[in-house]
């Protein structure tokens, strides 16, 4: 069974950073590609940064410059790192997996499908930044 298991979220004002961090396990193929989304209140959730397979990743526009997606394959451990946080980056962070699809097109099918091409969630972490 798969878990995905996220931490490190927390409350931090304008300006702060915090890494996010997300233990993965009983994949049953290697994902593709590992995604972090958000959610904020009242909102659709959304896609955060993506990497793949390869180390190739890409981001959100409003996250560019300020957050980095990375990932540990001998530990099984996927990271966001977010730096110039805003109180618009307030939201439940989740992060993702994918291995049912076409490996060289994991990335693309995120971008275009969302929420929907993620094949295993974890239950997610808050981040919380005041102004």
């Known amino acids: 069974q798969v878990q995905l298991v996220e931490s490190g979220g927390g409350s931090v004002q304008a300006g702060g950073s915090l890494r996010l961090s997300c233990a993965g396990s009983?994949?049953?193929?290697?994902?593709?590609?590992m995604a972090w989304f958000r959610q904020a209140p009242g909102k659709e959730r959304e896609e955060v940064a993506i990497i793949d397979s390869d180390g190739s990743t890409s981001y959100a526009d409003s996250v560019k410059g300020r957050f980095t997606i990375s990932k540990d394959n001998a530990k099984n451990t996927l990271y966001l790192e977010m730096n110039s946080l805003k109180p618009e980056d307030t939201a439940m962070y989740y992060c993702a997996a994918e291995w049912a699809g076409i490996s060289t097109l994991c990335m693309v099918t995120i971008q275009a499908l969302g929420a929907s091409a993620l094949d295993a969630w974890g239950q997610g972490t808050l981040v919380t930044v005041s102004s």
């Open positions: 009983g994949y049953p193929e290697t994902p593709n590609c």
